[in-house]
């Protein structure tokens, strides 16, 4: 049997927005990842995905539940203090938009070793320089972006400076939150077959967010629908496309383009309405 990385047990998180109203973001969920596994996670636009894995990454308390990484309950006080570092560095979150999450006055070279030196962490090939450009090298960029500043670069650039710098840490545990959302069509391939190759190298765990269905197809092992904030289904890649269980999964298949213009403009698209089913 393979080992469980994360256990995430009953989680709840509710964002209060006054005395009397909260809204609850993440309702009750429950789910494991196993060591090595790449789960995707999907769901519309406010389903409570990134408040999801902001729990996870411990950037949010949750409101109730617990989430266990190999075995340390992280949401513990005392446990998550005793095992900070180790948390901190081998599991490692990057975001849609390295834009706002990577800093735009560092040059590649120093946002990619930064972490190395925030955490004290030795750094294999010498210098952070060469630490710099091992990692460049690895997501498919040459050392001439290395004194580059976020600005001149492009989107994809960028979005592969922040996984360099994710990787730096050799992390355990990778959380990718719609990396590919804002890139071009054609450079959200690319990444995807990054991920795709990165993790086959690596062998980390990942935990990959999107609302592209086709992507999480081509990339995830098994796949989580979240709804208003619920974990509505899990399966197996496979199983989950082929054969949905839950009325609002099959919803969200069906919104998936054919590549047959004639064929797509005669099917019927699902609405689903939870009040019905
Ligand atoms: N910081 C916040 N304060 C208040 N409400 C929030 C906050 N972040 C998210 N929410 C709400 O929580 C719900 C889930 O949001 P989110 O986790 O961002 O969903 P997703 O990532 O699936 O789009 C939404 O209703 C959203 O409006
Ligand atoms: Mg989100």
């Not at 901190?88 to 972490?115: C, G, H, W, Y």
């Amino acid at each position: 049997m393979s080992e469980i990385l994360i256990d995430v047990q009953n989680v709840t998180h509710h964002f209060k927005l006054n005395r009397k109203t909260a809204i609850c973001a993440v309702d009750q969920v429950s789910f494991q990842i196993k060591k090595g596994e790449i789960l995707g996670l999907v769901g519309e636009s406010g389903a409570g995905k990134s408040t999801l894995a902001r729990c996870i990454m411990n950037l949010y308390q949750p409101t109730a539940g617990r989430i266990l990484y190999k075995g340390i309950d992280t949401c513990d006080r005392r446990q998550f203090k005793e095992h900070k570092k180790m948390l901190q560095t081998k599991r490692q979150l990057i975001f849609q938009d390295s834009t706002s999450s990577i800093n735009q006055r560092m040059k590649a070279v120093d946002i990619i070793a930064e972490p190395l030196r925030i955490n004290h962490v030795h750094t294999p090939r010498g210098s952070a320089r060469a630490e710099a450009e091992f990692q460049l090298h690895y997501v498919g960029m040459d050392a001439g972006c290395l004194d580059k500043y976020p600005p001149e670069l492009s989107g994809g650039e960028r979005q592969r400076i922040a996984i360099a710098r994710a990787l730096s840490m050799e992390p355990e545990l990778l959380v990718a939150d719609e990396p590919i959302a804002s890139l071009d069509v054609s450079i959200q391939a690319q990444i995807i077959n990054l991920f795709k190759h990165l993790q086959k190298e690596h062998g980390f765990t990942f935990l990959f967010i999107s609302h592209d269905l086709a992507m999480v197809e081509y990339l995830c092992d098994r796949v989580g629908v979240m709804y208003q904030g619920r974990l509505v289904e899990l399966a197996p890649t496979r199983d989950l496309f082929s054969n949905p269980q839950h009325p609002y999964t099959r919803t969200l298949l069906s919104a998936i383009p054919l590549p047959d213009p004639k064929r797509e403009r005669n099917r019927r698209k699902g609405v689903y309405d939870a009040q019905k089913s």
